[in-house]
C-alpha cells in the first residue's frame, strides 16, 4: 500500500547536459528537502525501462494526507527554489506534475518495477470511476508477482498553482488527470495487468509508462548537499 493518503506525482525528461547535475541534486538535495516536509513520508525515483516510455523518469511523493500538499509548510519550500534546483529543473523536459488524492490502495508492499497509467474517464463522474476501479484493481493484485495496485486522481486547482520554482519553466506538459500505478517484482509480471486496465471500459485516452525503480527516500535526517 501506499504510505499516505495523497501523493504528489512527477513526470519527467531530462536533458543530456543536466543529467548528472540532475541525479546529483534529486538525491543530495531535493529528495531529502521534500521528505523533510512534515507529513511527507516516503520520495521514490524510477527510470524508464524501455524507450517506448516518454518521459524517462517518474517520481512518486507519498504524504499523510492531501491536505500536507496544499499547506503552508510545502508552498514554503516550492516558493524558495535553491540556486541548485533552479539550475537542475531548468534541463527538464516534458514534465507533468499532479498533486493526487488516493482513491484506492492495495498491496504488501513496494516493487521493483512500477507501470503507470495515465487516463481520462469515461465515467459520468469521479465516484463511479473509483468504484468501478477500486474494485477491479483488487482483483488485478491477484496476479502473480504483484505487489501493489494504486488508483489517484489529481486535483486541477492544487496542481495549477503557480509557484516560484514554476515561474518560467516552460517544460509543463498537460498535467495527468486519473493514474493508476501498478508494481511488480519483474516487469513480465506487469503486463497481463497493464491490458486488463487498458481495456477496462473506463478508462480512456491511456498514457503507458514502464519504470525500474532507482532510488527510495524515507523520513531520515539529512542535510541539502
Known sequence: MLCGKGVVAIWNGI????RQDFYQWHIHEHMP?????PGFLRGRRYRAVDKETHPEFFTLYEVEDFDVITGEEYAKRLNAPTPWTRRATSHFLNTSRGLARVSSSEGPGPGGVLTT???????TDDQHTAGELSLFLSRVLQ????????LCKSDGE????R???????????????????????TVEALEAPVQAVLQHSVVRKAQVGRYLLEYTRLKTDASAG
Do not use: K
Open 158 to 161: 492544487a496542481t495549477g498553482v
Open 117 to 123: 497509467v495515465r487516463f481520462h474517464s469515461g465515467a
Open 163 to 185: 509557484t516560484a520554482e514554476s515561474q518560467g519553466r516552460t517544460d509543463y506538459d498537460a498535467p495527468p488527470n486519473w493514474f493508476i500505478l501498478l508494481e511488480a517484482c
Open 33 to 37: 528537502e521534500r521528505t523533510g516536509i
Open 15 to 18: 536533458a543530456e547536459e543536466g
Open 143 to 150: 496476479s502473480p508477482l504483484m505487489t501493489g495496485a494504486h
